[in-house]
């Protein structure tokens, strides 16, 4: 979904707020990418568009045996399509045995502090007349959606917003004197780098390999991008370069006089120490001479038209490649159905 990102170009507007009663606070973020009728849900979006070096408050439902703010991470690597179990109601879902899972966004993140003095329910309370201000000045310099985290009603205090990934204005800091706790940062935002030089990706990197992305949008994205990357790299080197995935058992065709090469490109987002390979790709690296590239790390995010924008990424590349028989591990089988011994039901 388009997500109206109000906060865009401020280098101040770098802090965001899970709202949970998740038990291990500090690990990601993670929800799923649609709600219970199916449909893109802002608050669950919201993940999409966090940045590396954002700061995430924890609102903790219960921790405190009230609501409030018990501590905050750092934005690290993501985000990235996975698979949740959650709970209606926003509850954090992989504390409840749920039948299935189903598809998530996930953001890794980093250095979780608890707050020394955590902030309830009544610090804000007592500072509401700010957050109402600080919401009608932003509603009047940004048309659209705020994603604001709190709450306002005639008949009871200020509360949390429902939802599970809410925008905090960075306004909202200065304006309640218990998150003064809350580090900030001259630089604003950390900017996006070529990921494997960023301390904050490596430290909070645990899942590793080229996974399958389960979004068809995001998974074309990045693919698009490493396939780019090797057409100008091979051009550069004089070949004329010409993407034949589409038809062939490899990515790019590139000639130069009578030296034919082909180019088997793979793209993820993740660190990739593992890639998929089909059977064809297989047995056409074994007879035809193949460079393998790997471009992986590639940053990514949702623009505000829906289509997905890519950036950065580590390239490696393997010359006169030949993928080595006990370097392959089988990931799914094909079966053959019996011919008999089937019991037949109709509709």
Do not use: C
Not at 30 to 48: F, I, K, M, N
Not at 266 to 284: I, P, Q, R, W
């Amino acid at each position: 979904m388009a997500i109206n990102e109000w906060w865009h170009g401020d280098p101040a507007e770098r802090y965001w707020m899970e709202i949970t009663d998740r038990i291990d606070l500090g690990a990601d973020l993670h929800a799923p990418q649609v709600d219970d009728a199916g449909r893109e849900y802002w608050s669950y979006a919201l993940v999409t568009a966090v940045q590396p070096g954002d700061i995430v408050l924890h609102w903790h439902k219960s921790l405190l045996g009230t609501p409030g703010v018990v501590g905050y991470s750092t934005a690290a690597e993501g985000p990235e399509a996975d698979e949740i179990l959650w709970a209606s109601q926003g509850t954090y879902g992989r504390t409840r045995p749920l039948a299935s899972p189903e598809p998530s966004w996930r953001y890794a993140l980093t250095g979780y502090t608890a707050l020394a003095r955590p902030v309830d329910q009544d610090a804000f309370r007592r500072s509401e007349g700010k957050l109402r201000r600080i919401k009608e000045q932003l509603e009047a310099r940004h048309p659209g959606s705020l994603y604001f985290p709190f709450a306002f009603s005639d008949k009871r205090p200020v509360r949390a917003a429902q939802g599970y990934l809410v925008k905090l204005p960075a306004a909202v800091i200065a304006a309640v004197p218990e998150l003064k706790q809350i580090p900030r940062s001259d630089q604003g935002r950390v900017p996006s780098q070529r990921p494997g030089s960023s301390e904050l990706a490596i430290a909070a990197r645990k899942r590793r390999g080229a996974g399958y992305l389960r979004d068809e949008v995001v998974r074309l994205a990045i693919e698009r991008h490493a396939v780019d990357w090797a057409l100008s790299h091979y051009s550069s080197l004089g070949y004329d370069v010409k993407d034949v995935g589409s038809t062939k058992s490899y990515d790019l065709l590139a000639v130069a006089g009578r030296h034919e090469l082909h180019i088997e490109v793979k793209g993820s987002s993740g660190d990739a120490d593992a890639v998929e390979l089909t059977v064809n790709e297989v047995e056409h690296a074994s007879v035809a001479e193949t460079h393998l590239v790997v471009v992986d790390l590639i940053d990514w995010r949702r623009l505000p038209d829906g289509s997905v924008g890519t950036s950065g990424g580590r390239v490696r590349v393997w010359e006169s490649w030949t993928p080595a028989r006990t370097s392959l591990k089988p990931t799914r089988y094909r079966y053959q159905l019996p011919s008999s011994g089937a019991r037949r039901y109709s509709e």
